[in-house]
């Protein structure tokens, strides 16, 4: 079946527009993970759903940072006044139930001019 | 909190040699251990997981990891290994009832033929 998908696959914006990354699980999948990898910081959790709600929202690193899920399917990763440290491949994930095993998506390529 | 400490960086390698990626984990509580391996430009994939039972967990494409409580430590493992296990190999830890992974630093797997 099809696995978590993520688009866009590259976003390249300017230093203080705002960015939105959408995530598709995999259908039935009740958990949403986002992350993100950059070369500095490594893999990092950054929020967790499970339905819409987010119970773990430790990650986020500022207020810049926010995301929603709707509908327990599609979520959207927003980051308002885009720095450049934000520059990073954002990863989302789904897993069935907890604990289960989490699957990636291709992750999405933030570039902050 | 949790912490995972990949020990090498880099690992070279020459093919049908075996090889060890250590990691060692921190936490004070009990965790769930995964392997996830990300191989050029692809997402990560689960190599392997260790949630309870044998200790001794195996993929199936040759590698093993042995959960050691004493030792905090989940190394990953192959006897044999071939050109196409090029990739960066990241341990990762999640605290039973929680849901987030913690990743290591990674560590980059090269074949030399």
């Known amino acids: 079946g099809a696995g978590v998908s993520q688009s866009p696959s590259n976003k390249v914006t300017e230093k203080g527009k705002d960015v939105e990354l959408r995530c598709d699980p995999i259908?039935?999948?009740?958990?949403l993970y986002w992350y993100r990898q950059s070369l500095g910081q490594g893999l990092e959790f950054l929020i967790y759903?499970?339905?819409?709600?987010?119970?773990?929202k430790s990650g986020l690193p500022s207020d810049r940072f926010s995301a929603e899920r709707t509908g327990g399917s599609v979520s959207t990763l927003t980051i308002q006044r885009t720095q450049q440290e934000d520059s990073a491949v954002y990863l989302c994930?789904?897993?069935?139930?907890?604990?289960?095993?989490?699957?990636f998506g291709p992750g999405t390529r933030l570039t902050v001019l | 909190a949790q912490s995972v400490t990949q020990l090498d960086s880099q690992v070279p390698v020459f093919e049908e040699a075996p090889v060890e990626l250590r990691c060692n984990y921190s936490?004070?509580?009990?965790?769930?251990l995964f392997w996830y391996v990300q191989y050029p430009n692809q997402g990560l994939q689960l190599l392997l997981k260790?949630?309870?039972?044998?200790?001794l967990v195996e993929s199936i494409n040759g590698f093993e990891a042995e959960f050691n409580k004493s030792q905090t430590s989940f190394h990953l493992r192959k006897p044999s290994v071939h050109i196409s296990d090029t990739a960066e190999y990241f341990c990762?830890?999640?605290?039973?009832?929680?849901?987030?992974?913690?990743f290591g630093q990674g560590t980059r797997l090269t074949i030399n033929p």
């Open positions: 990762a830890v999640s605290r039973l009832g929680a849901q987030k992974l913690v």
């Open positions: 994930a789904s897993s069935f139930g907890v604990p289960d095993t989490q699957y």
């Open positions: 260790y949630l309870s039972g044998s200790t």
């Open positions: 936490s004070s509580v009990s965790v769930y």
């Open positions: 259908s039935g999948h009740t958990a």
């Open positions: 759903f499970q339905g819409n709600s987010a119970p773990d």
